[in-house]
């Protein structure tokens, strides 16, 4: 896949893809206060490197690292086990960041799948997406799979 290039400021933007301010996506971490400032709970890391500087304050964040290539979809079963974490945090009120190396693709995908886990259809939640983070899923095997989600019960 083709990459955008984006400037180090836009590196660290964070994409409320909700209506609630609890479901981020962003491009890599390089500063972890704008997630303190969010309350970040839960972030699901989607690049090929483990962030650096992750917090290591007892009881206060959940990292999980989950790398895989923005070429085709990842393990099916992981993708949906992670988007029922995210999903589980989201309902208790618990923010929650993905991230992948630019934003566009990788971490929307995970977002999409939580979102069907809190009820959208697929379609839903790729219009959603692409109406919150300009380029979302341009890579057509995620957006096409994920349109084909129904809603999960």
């Known amino acids: ?5 984006v400037t180090e400021q836009q590196l660290m933007e964070l994409f409320q893809v909700d209506n609630d301010g609890l479901l981020f996506v962003s491009p ?4 972890w206060k704008p ?4 309350k970040i709970k839960l972030v699901i890391d989607l690049e090929g490197d483990i962030d650096r500087d992750v917090p290591t304050v007892p009881d206060n964040l959940i990292y999980v690292y989950f790398p895989f290539d923005d070429a085709h979809l990842p393990d099916l079963i992981k993708l949906h086990a992670l988007g029922k974490l995210a999903a589980e945090m989201i309902r208790h009120q618990r923010a929650v960041l993905i991230h992948c190396s630019m934003g566009f693709n990788r971490s929307p995908l995970m977002a999409g799948v939580t979102f069907t886990h809190l009820g959208m259809t697929g379609a839903q939640a790729l219009e959603q997406l692409r109406a919150k983070r300009a380029g979302a899923l341009y890579n057509t095997v995620y957006a096409d ?4 989600l129904p809603a999960a019960s």
């Open 1 to 5: 896949m083709e990459h955008k290039h």
């Open 28 to 31: 890599e971490i390089l500063d």
């Open 35 to 38: 997630l303190t400032e969010r």
């Open 145 to 148: 799979y994920l349109a084909a």
